[in-house]
């Protein structure tokens, strides 16, 4: 069960890293577009995959606050909580 | 200091010198000097076959809609001028509207001043800021426009997938506001069908309202043309359905068809209806002509079913990755761009003019040579498209 923020955080950063070409010495602080080089459609579609594990759907409009790996766990928390 | 207008283009600015470096012309700028019929057109000073339109019947060059186009400029005049709240509306759209509502078999129609306009329109005058939207993650920009413009929380589901939609809307069944399903028939870059009968399902399931774009099946399947949701049989439990008349209709226009009589109010508030130029009259009638000649010419989708087996089954028999649905739009898959920018230029020098899709505006982040096939096309033509497909694909060690 991932509860905290960190916890969120955690399990996000061992999803990116089962990508083979994600950097290896990222970290909750690694900016997704800019240090991942991540395009929005891959944002997208990678949030997707966290929603699954986590059993929450993000709304798009969302995802275009989100700058870094823990911005994402913080919201993915927050949402997690209203549905509580 | 602050920053220049254009200092965001820097990264697109780097990949477009980059391409451009790589590529003999550029892709985004093919000039078509003139088409010479539906099927062969002025590229570079020569012949070329256009393999690469949305004109999946030929009635871009229906001779009965351009002369309907004519006589209708002769007697009207070119433009409106205005918009319809505004400026008032013209006999002939209130024409079209029932036409279409016909054809539809539906109580109302809307038209627009084109397809991504019916999409904008469609889209903020049914949902708002308190309301969810359930899109396929493989929409077209006009979806995804429409919902940025309503205001609306956006949920992406799975593309084709329904029970990855049904998951999705499952976890807002207790949301206060209004949701609305959104998907395609065809989706215009891979061709594939949408399963509507099984989103269908769901929406009964959680009560939802479902649209569909039919831009691209409209015209093309079911037994009278009127698209996916004919072909699988689910007509009645679709909420509104919305087109275009740029595809199997030839000209330019969009629309949303729906028994739901608030349509005069959702005219009211649809920005994209209000504040633009209604369709110019010789327009509307050209559609009206190319209408009925899909109405009178079943044998044009016969056809066009033909064609678009015979090229997805060339392209299979000479090794290319393409997808397993047998549609008009048929995309062939490749792995990286400099390979599919070689491949483009190859086929466009070959004389066959299709569309280069790069990521990220293709699914799956690969690049696609995304082909249309018109009911126009000779078998001939096509064969000749396979051959220069398969001679290129085995010069670049692809097959």
Known sequence: ?84 | MSAGLFDKYATLRGNYESLMATSPRNPFGVVIERPLSATVGIIEGRETLLFGTNNYLGLSQSEAARDAAIRTAENMGVGTTGSRIANGTFGLHQKLEKALADVFQRKHAMIFSTGYQANLGTISALVNKDDILFLDADSHASIYDGARLSGAQVIRFRHNDPADLEKRVARTDKATGARLIIAEGIYSMTGNIAPLNEFVEVKKRHNIPLMVDEAHSFGVLGAHGRGVAELQDCEKDIDFIVGTFSKSLGTVGGYCVTDHDEIDLMRLCSRPYMFTASLPPEIIAATLAALEEIKDRPELRQKLQDNAARLHGGFKSVGLNTSNFISPVIAVTLEDVPQAIAFWNALLDAGVYVNLSLPPATPDNRPLLRCSVMAAHSAEEIDRAVDAFGKIAKKLNLT
Do not use: W
């Open chain 1, 1 to 84: 069960m991932t509860d905290s923020v960190s916890d969120i955080s955690h399990m996000i950063l061992q999803k990116l890293l089962e990508n083979p070409k994600v950097p290896r010495d990222i970290s909750g602080e690694s900016r997704i577009v800019e240090d991942l080089a991540f395009d929005s459609l891959a944002v997208m579609n990678f949030v997707m995959e966290i929603e699954d594990t986590l059993d929450v759907s993000v709304p798009l409009d969302k995802l275009a606050d989100i700058r870094t790996i823990d911005d994402l766990a913080a919201c993915l928390h927050a949402i997690k909580a209203e549905q509580v």
